[in-house]
């Protein structure tokens, strides 16, 4: 789960990438990276930290032309903490390539190995994202081969390049002397959305709040499979370039990932979650009278539209009983200490006022490893509430996650292989209520302008109904992927970074 965003101009665009990437922050704060082209050099600032730590005025300076790229990254694969692996990547030929990406490759060992011994090219890191680049580079070397490059060539290694991978991508990528190329996998699992300037630049970027906080108009979703050339005067050329092509978008970034602000293949995010409450409010009703619920509040901060909506619907006063530290740094391990875990109630503090002496609901947008919760209805009842129901507007998460978002392995998961009363016993609730998987998405497609909706075939949603869309996952291949989730250092202790074992906190 990464924010990309390419930008074609008559100006530096530097600064413009700068502000698309920090609307995009929410995607991705290990590490942040921009490339800029100037006539035929590339100009490179990436490393880890989030956008604001990552450059200075130097950098920027430093950051000169009128066509870049960037992103913010958060690591599904690799090693969470090297440097070599934060985004763009860079290959030299042919032509000089830098590409961002966000998703993760399912079969990226194939891939490794294929690319040494057939495409005799070198990879140096263990990123996924390395391996699409070399892929690409050496399918545009293929189509290219003795004629110049021309969007008709790029589109035809495009295809290949859609023929060799599995998985899930958005990529934009920018080659030296000719423009900006960006493309979805066949799915559309993850976003890529264009849009204009009044001046005549394109952006191409994750979310469509990038762009119109930009300054840019959203013109539409790039389409799944399709690959869509800008060259250096904004000219916008696009092609399908994947047969069989069909719209199935990760439903985990409408529940959780996106903005709630952006639009997304056609899907207002805000009233997405809106509608994730009004079904959830059925499900409450039949498990806890609502005369038995004081008060309804959020888990910041995904959920407060669900939790708006389910108030409304049922008649409960809505209060904000959480309050946010934005501020929380990392945990520093010095030699001979021990591993500190965080605790929530760092992050976390309770209005007390708002818990003593009554049943609270707590709405959150969903539950993944449990031990958040638990903590999390523990602070409820120290603030002194009488009851603590628990309602999650996404079902329960039961399958990993092999698409880039980053998740725990099956057995981490505190709904795999549990019923929800053993899950609620687990978290300490006097009563837990999850949205169902058929209403969830039901609600979600609810969300789709009309325009939009003839053209969704449905949603990738296997962390909650166990099908994995690419048709190429069993337990084998599960196994193997888990194996390749971000390492880090001894130095940073064992101390969990998955960004669903913690409240968003972006």
Do not use: W
């Not at 694969?77 to 390539?97: D, K, L, R, T």
């Not at 993850?190 to 990038?210: F, H, N, W, Y």
């Not at 628990?390 to 880039?404: D, E, I, T």
């Amino acid at each position: 789960m990464c924010g990309i965003v390419g930008v074609v101009s008559n100006a530096p665009v530097n600064q413009l990438l700068y502000d698309a990437m920090l609307l995009l922050q929410h995607r991705g704060q290990d590490a942040a990276g921009i490339v800029t082209l100037l006539e035929r050099k590339f100009f490179m600032h990436k490393a880890k930290g989030m956008v604001r730590d990552v450059f200075r005025t130097r950098n920027m300076r430093a950051l000169p032309g009128n066509v870049g790229l960037g992103q913010v990254r958060y690591p599904t694969a690799g090693n969470a903490y090297s440097e070599e692996e934060a985004q763009p990547f860079y290959v030299n030929a042919p032509f000089g390539i830098v590409m961002s990406h966000n998703g993760n490759l399912t079969n990226a060992q194939t891939l490794r190995a294929e690319l040494f011994s057939t495409d005799h090219r070198h990879t140096n890191t263990e990123s996924d994202s390395e391996v699409l680049l070399n892929v690409l580079a050496h399918e545009l070397e293929r189509s290219s081969r003795g004629v110049p490059l021309q969007a008709k060539e790029i589109f035809a290694a495009v295809r290949n390049v859609h023929q060799r991978l599995r998985g899930s991508y958005a990529v934009v990528a920018l080659i030296a002397g000719h423009g900006l190329l960006a493309f979805r996998d066949p799915y559309g699992i993850r976003p890529l959305c264009i849009g204009r300037s009044a001046d005549g630049s394109a952006m191409v970027a994750s979310e469509s709040v990038a762009l119109e906080g930009s300054g840019f108009v959203l013109e539409r979703d790039i389409a799944p499979g399709e690959a869509v050339f800008i060259d250096l005067q904004g000219n916008v050329q696009s092609q399908q370039c994947a047969q069989g092509a069909t719209r199935n978008p990760c439903i985990f970034e409408f529940v959780y990932l996106a903005r709630p602000d952006s639009t997304m293949d056609g899907i207002s995010v805000y009233q997405a979650r809106l509608n994730l409450g009004e079904t959830l409010a059925k499900r409450v009703v039949s498990t806890v009278p609502p005369s038995e619920i004081d008060v309804i509040i959020p888990i910041p901060e995904s959920s407060r539209p669900s939790a708006t909506q389910l108030a409304h619907l049922l008649g409960i006063p809505y209060r904000e009983g959480f309050v946010k530290n934005r501020y929380v740094g990392r945990t520093f391990i010095m030699p001979g200490q021990g591993v500190r875990k965080k605790s929530v109630r760092q992050k976390l503090n309770v209005i007390v006022s708002e818990f003593k002496g009554r049943n609270v609901m707590l709405v959150d947008d969903s539950i993944v490893r449990g031990t958040t919760s638990r903590e999390i209805v523990q602070m409820a009842r120290d603030a002194g509430a009488k009851k603590v129901y628990l309602a999650s507007a996404a079902p329960p998460v039961r399958y990993p996650n092999v698409y880039g978002i980053d998740m725990p392995t099956k057995d981490e998961l505190v709904a795999h292989g549990r019923t929800i009363e053993e899950v609620r016993e687990l978290i300490g609730a006097d009563a837990l209520i999850y949205q169902d998987v058929e209403g969830m998405k039901r609600a979600v497609m609810k969300a789709a302008s009309p325009s939009a909706a003839g053209t969704l075939s449905g949603f990738e949603a296997s962390c909650f109904d166990g099908v994995y869309i690419t048709g190429d996952i069993d337990t084998d291949s599960i196994s193997r992927m888990q194996s390749s989730r971000p390492q880090g250092s001894s130095e940073e202790g064992d101390e969990d970074t998955s960004r669903l074992t913690l409240p968003n906190l972006s």
